[in-house]
């Protein structure tokens, strides 16, 4: 019924949230609320809270409706209430923004770490086909670092390169910003149980280490633990980063049959909603 939502099957809550909606109150609640129980990640020996903020949101008209005018406002309003509850690291990636406004997660990001606060950023880099060997990577880094004022502390491979088409060459450019500096660690997103598994160790043999792992988990979507992925992670000494945790605004009181968001996520939030009334 939405992009990788699914009916409820039971509980999960990711350390993460991944939707960065107006209701930034709610997600510093969130925070607070799971800074007492759950693990943030260890990143050279900085400690992220258990909940990021997700920017998913930033710069998307497709299924957020997004508006500069109307929104960015919003984002840093929103990132402050998060900031002051103690929520110290945002998720975003090179694609975020969509068109003519692709990065623009990064550069609202740039504008909220000059703010002054301590703000870590764990960024995913697009395995674009266009992408060749491990200097597109790098290139990658160093505009997602432009956009951001400066390089985020954790990159990460944003899904499994169909059929692997240039995977090595990706992990040996992570493996490399690791290692010299430019980067403190390095993650994944969207990887099953085998390709975990399989990544981990050539990133090892490589001399870095997988930190993390994002996956979509939320009470609406438990894949990730049904697949075995999470269990693998744990096992592996690799921190599981849940998104979409909020079901893009569903599992919040903030819509209802008179009252959704823009853009297409209207449309699936108004098919899902009857499936989460009490």
């Known amino acids: 019924p939405g992009p990788g939502l699914s009916r409820p099957r039971g509980a999960a809550a990711g350390p993460a949230s991944h939707d960065m909606t107006r209701a930034g109150a709610l997600l510093a609640a969130v925070g607070l609320a ?21 920017t998913w949101s930033w710069g998307n008209r497709l299924l957020f409706g997004y508006s500069s005018g109307l929104d960015d406002r919003g984002i840093l309003e929103a990132y402050d209430i998060a900031s002051r509850a ?12 969509t ?8 550069v609202l990001l740039g504008q ?3 703010k002054g606060r301590p703000l870590y950023v764990a960024t995913k880099l697009a395995p674009f086909p266009w992408r060749l060997g491990e200097g597109s990577m790098r290139r990658a880094f160093e505009g997602s ?3 951001l004022g400066g390089p985020a502390e954790v990159v990460q491979l944003h899904w499994p390169p169909p059929l692997r088409w240039q995977e090595d060459a990706y992990l040996r450019a992570f493996a490399g910003l690791v290692t010299e ?3 403190q660690a390095m993650g994944l997103s969207n990887y099953g149980p085998r390709g975990l598994e399989r990544v981990a160790a050539r990133v090892e043999a490589l001399g870095a280490r997988v930190v993390s792992n994002q996956l ?8 990730a633990l049904d697949s075995g992925a999470v269990a ?44 989460v009334e009490p």
Do not use: H
Request: net charge positive; glycine share 18%.
């Open 216 to 223: 979509q988990l939320s009470l609406l979507n438990t894949r």
């Open 112 to 114: 909220c770490r000059a």
């Open 145 to 147: 670092a432009a956009r």
């Open 181 to 183: 500096g430019s980067a």
């Open 34 to 54: 799971l800074a007492g129980g759950a693990t943030g990640l260890n990143v050279a020996k900085q400690r992220f809270s258990a909940v990021g903020i997700g």
């Open 86 to 97: 103690g929520i110290n690291w945002a998720d975003t990636g090179d694609t975020y923004g």
């Open 99 to 106: 068109g003519a406004l692709e990065g623009r997660a990064e």
């Open 232 to 275: 693998l992670a744990e096992e592996l000494g690799i921190q599981t980063i849940g998104y979409s945790s909020l079901g893009l605004g569903v599992l919040t009181d903030a819509y209802g049959a008179g009252k959704l968001p823009r853009g297409a996520r209207g449309r699936f939030v108004r098919e899902l909603l009857p499936e």
